[in-house]
């Protein structure tokens, strides 16, 4: 959950995690040419892969695979500070985000699972969002 999840390639090379960012603008709240303002309500939308995390039972419906509260502590998120706003904000985890899966990659069947009946995808084929 601290660390970022990196890989190390055959030749001891570390590749770090891309991180995707997109944003919607909900509202334009304020423009003011004279004092190079613009006021927005947006949405961000985090979007990467973790392979060292698997996911049950994914579901084509990506608004399915909602993360939920005690999961969330044990994923790793991005940090996002935009150093050009009035209070430096940042993409937050707290009770405004949203946390889910989109189901990319196929299940696969480890031993235990298939006594359990429970189909695992592994996270680095499985994008995890966080929007805010």
Known sequence: ?????????ENNVMVKVDVN??????TILA???KDSLLK???VLNAYWFDHRVKFNNLKDDTSM???HSEERE???????IFKNTEKR???KNDKKAFISIIKLGKSILEDDEVLENRLLYKGSENKI???R
Do not use: Q, R
Request: net charge negative; glycine share 0%; hydrophobic share 55%.
């Open 89 to 91: 904000d940042e993409l």
């Open 21 to 26: 960012i997109s944003m919607e603008i909900v």
């Open 40 to 42: 927005l309500k947006l």
């Open 31 to 33: 423009i003011s040419e």
């Open 129 to 131: 969002v966080h929007s």
């Open 1 to 9: 959950k601290d660390y970022a999840p990196v890989k190390f390639l």
């Open 65 to 67: 695979n909602t993360v």
């Open 74 to 80: 044990i994923l790793w998120l991005p940090a996002v």
